[in-house]
């Protein structure tokens, strides 16, 4: 499966966003998909997941509340809408697929499929 994020862009603090993680090569339904976020001279992190199949959603703690991650099986696209976005979210941002029989997890080392990064800049 070939991953393609897009969507970032530079906002004040305060604002949002809509990113987009779009599939193509196979269907994403049998996937889990997550966002990942990189900031300079920072180590990946994992942002939000969701297991297509049955729904299963996990977040960081750093983005509970502020962000949402969704699906659109139809579309084979995952949404990541971040609200109430802070300096500290500014990072490129990057979506990420493993097989469905795997479970929702945070960790870079269990997703085999990336796409390339968005830049996500929020301005104070």
């Known amino acids: 499966v070939q991953l393609q994020a897009y969507g970032g862009g530079s906002v004040q603090a305060g604002g949002s966003l809509r990113l987009s993680c779009a599939a193509s090569?196979?269907?994403?339904?049998?996937?889990?998909v997550a966002w990942f976020r990189q900031a300079p001279g920072k180590e990946r992190m994992f942002v939000a997941a969701?297991?297509?199949?049955?729904?299963?959603?996990d977040y960081a703690d750093a983005v509970k509340g502020r962000f949402t991650i969704s699906r659109d099986n139809a579309k084979n696209t995952v949404y990541l809408e971040m609200n109430t976005l802070r300096p500290e979210d500014t990072a490129v941002y990057y979506c990420?697929?493993?097989?469905?029989?795997?479970?929702?997890?945070?960790?870079?080392?269990?997703?085999?499929?990336w796409g390339h990064g968005t830049q996500v800049t929020v301005s104070s």
């Open positions: 969701i297991k297509l199949s049955g729904g299963t959603i």
């Open positions: 090569g196979e269907s994403f339904r049998r996937y889990v």
């Open positions: 990420a697929a493993r097989g469905d029989s795997g479970s929702v997890s945070s960790s870079t080392y269990d997703y085999g499929y």
